[in-house]
Every structure is written in structure tokens, then in C-alpha cells.
């Protein structure tokens, strides 16, 4: 990564005032995995994805050219490649069975029972976790120092509930079955974080640094970011009493941090914001809505509760000029995905030119 970027970057997690918003791109499709030509073969509407078909060398031209693209088009963010982000690593690894469809797969829920759960530990000889692993192996070698390695989209603690209980269930559970949702909360989180540590012994600095797979954000040092898609279903006064716990622990594994927030999940913003490890909140623009401009408040909040706000989703110039124009420029990112170059290099003609009025020194971090 070069000096201007890393300087970038560093402005972005100083939390000062800054004359622009960190930016950068995801080219191609919407849904993320739709973006790997290897994964042409996996999606397919119902089939049974197992590890042994998953081919990592299939993905490697994918990876080249993602790379190649964040230089292509000038922005901030560098590629942090990851193992395939369409696959649901997690539950996959705890036992769901893994369909295809036509732009995404899914986990089926096992409903397991309190007794059949049981214990929960972390297997590194687990064939889904080694073939993870592989692509971790791969892509290292692939990188050659070019860019860093981090991880992918992984879910999160009510994501992994839901999956070996039950959509509906896990969230009733934590009404009818307490105590035992506060243990398996906590063996779950064990887990993930037990997970991420396997992986950041394999990884290497790059420019002093980790990053954010996904959404390419570097950060200055050891990364773990996370999402709790299934608190969707949750009120607020359950994410407070119970899931909010799970955050807090996993905030507290690095330096570094993020949780990855739909929509649906912003109730919960309020509390969220109250985890004083938590580092950044991204929200996505999701399909469907809300618009950019309702959810102008939510990123003002974000910023003003001195948090690191990461935008991502299909951003038009005109909502870009929107974030610049009304949300605070401290410790701002856009992850924008464009399917044509030409939007993309207009997003960023645009941001290169845009100088906020009230542009202060930066803080150093």
C-alpha cells in the first residue's frame, strides 16, 4: 500500500476532522458472490455445496483481478482478499447443510434440540475449517506482499443461534429458555473468537498493519470484524440484555474492530453504540431501501457517538455528494459497489475534487 493511502487511512481512524471521505469500490455484481467466476459451477438453485467442490485455485484469476481493479480505479482502499465470501463459513463449520442458489447460497437450519447442541468446540481438522484454511494457504502465496489477507463475511453469534436452533426459535429462546440461550450465547462466542484467532496466526503484517476482508479497509493492526443479521428478529430490551454481552467480547479480541449492520438491525443502534471497544459500524444500503437519505440520521449518530462509520452498498454520485454534503466528515468510509467502471471512476473524479469547508488538522491515532 502506498504512503498516500496508508495516510488515508490513518486520517480515517484518527477520528478528526477530514476534508473527504475514505472511498473506495467493489466492482461487478451487487451480491458479492456473484463477483467470483469460480463460483460459477456452486451456483446453482438447490444444490448440496460440500467442501471437496470447492476449488480454490477456480477463484485465484478472481482475486488478481479484484486487485488489479483497486488500482485501475483510483481510491483509497486495497484489496484485503479473503477466503470465497459467499459461502456461510460459519454455520457451515457447525454442521448446516450448504445450498446453492443463483446469486448466493444459504445454511438450512439443523432445529437441533438443547441436547443435541451440546458441547461446541473448535476443530481445526474440520473439513469445511481446512478448506478455509486453504484459501487462507493460497492466497498468501498468491499475494506476494501485494496486499494483506483477512477475513471474510462470517456471520455472527445470532446468525450461528439461529442456525442451530431455528430461525424463530433462537430469538423465542431467549424468552422461554434463558438460561439456556446465555450458554450456548456463550459457547458460540467462544467459538467465533477461538475461529479468528486460528486464522490471524497464520497472517502476516502488511504495511504494519491487518485489514478488513470484504470491504478492504486497512487497518494499523490486528482486525476481527462481525454481524448479527439474525438480531433482526430481536427488541431492543433483548439485543441489550443478552447479545449485546457476545459483542462486547468479541470487540474486545483486537485492537481492531467492526460490526457489519443491515437496516433492519438499526433498533439496536442505540446499544451498539454504547460498546466502547467497538471501533466501526457499517451499515449497508441495502436493495429495497431505506434510502440513503433516511438513513442520513443513523450515520450523523453514528459519527457524533465518535465511531468510525463505514457506508456500504450500490451508492449513486448524487448519494455520494448527499454523505459528503450532510454527515460530519470524522472518521467517514464509503465501500461503493459499481457494476460500470465509468460510475466508479466519476464516484471518484468527484471525491478526489470534494474539500469539506471545515477541514481542521488531522489527530494522529
Not at 299 to 321: A, C, M, N, Q, T
Request: charged fraction near 25%; charge should be negative; include cysteine.
Amino acid at each position: 500500500m502506498n504512503n498516500n493511502k496508508k495516510l488515508r487511512h490513518i486520517e480515517f481512524w484518527s477520528g478528526g476532522k477530514m476534508n473527504r471521505p475514505l472511498f473506495g469500490f467493489s466492482l461487478g455484481s451487487y451480491f458479492p458472490a456473484k463477483r467470483y467466476l469460480g463460483a460459477e459451477k456452486l451456483l446453482v438453485d438447490g444444490l448440496h455445496v460440500t467442501p471437496e467442490m470447492i476449488i480454490v485455485e477456480d477463484f485465484l484469476d478472481d482475486y488478481e483481478r479484484m486487485y488489479k481493479e483497486t488500482i485501475d480505479v483510483e481510491q483509497d482502499l486495497t484489496l484485503v482478499a479473503s477466503p470465497y465470501t459467499g459461502i456461510p463459513w460459519m454455520e457451515a463449520i457447525l454442521g448446516c447443510e450448504i445450498i446453492g442458489g443463483q446469486s448466493s447460497f444459504i445454511a438450512e437450519p439443523m432445529h437441533l434440540s438443547w441436547e443435541q447442541i451440546g458441547d461446541i468446540t473448535f476443530d481445526p481438522d474440520n473439513l469445511w475449517v481446512k478448506k478455509y484454511m486453504e484459501f487462507i494457504e493460497k492466497l498468501i502465496i498468491l499475494s506476494k506482499g501485494r496486499f494483506p489477507i483477512g477475513q471474510p463475511i462470517l456471520r455472527g453469534v445470532s446468525d450461528m443461534m439461529s442456525c442451530l436452533r431455528g430461525h424463530e426459535q433462537f430469538a423465542i429462546d431467549y424468552i422461554l429458555y434463558p438460561d439456556e440461550s446465555i450458554v450456548l450465547q456463550s459457547k458460540l462466542t467462544k467459538f467465533y473468537i477461538q475461529f479468528i484467532k486460528y486464522q490471524q496466526e497464520w497472517l502476516n503484517e502488511f504495511s504494519g498493519g491487518t485489514g478488513f476482508g470484504f470491504y478492504s479497509l486497512w487497518t494499523p493492526d490486528k482486525a476481527i470484524w462481525f454481524q448479527e443479521d439474525a438480531c433482526a428478529l430481536l427488541s431492543p430490551k433483548l439485543y441489550a440484555k443478552y447479545l449485546r454481552k457476545a459483542n462486547e467480547e468479541i470487540s474486545r479480541v483486537y485492537p481492531f474492530n467492526l460490526i457489519h449492520l443491515h437496516p433492519a438491525s438499526l433498533f439496536a443502534l442505540d446499544e451498539i453504540l454504547t460498546i466502547e471497544e467497538l471501533k466501526v459500524i457499517q451499515i449497508n444500503k441495502d436493495v429495497g431501501g431505506p434510502t440513503i437519505e433516511e438513513l442520513i440520521p443513523y450515520f450523523i449518530k453514528v459519527v457524533e457517538k465518535g465511531k468510525r462509520l463505514l457506508v456500504w452498498g450500490d451508492l449513486s454520485l448524487d448519494e455520494v455528494k448527499l454523505i459528503c454534503r450532510k454527515v460530519p466528515m470524522k472518521g467517514v468510509c464509503l465501500h461503493i459497489v459499481a457494476e460500470d467502471t465509468n460510475i466508479a471512476i466519476n464516484i471518484s473524479i468527484f471525491i478526489n475534487k470534494y474539500r469539506n469547508s471545515d477541514n481542521n488538522m488531522y489527530n494522529c491515532i
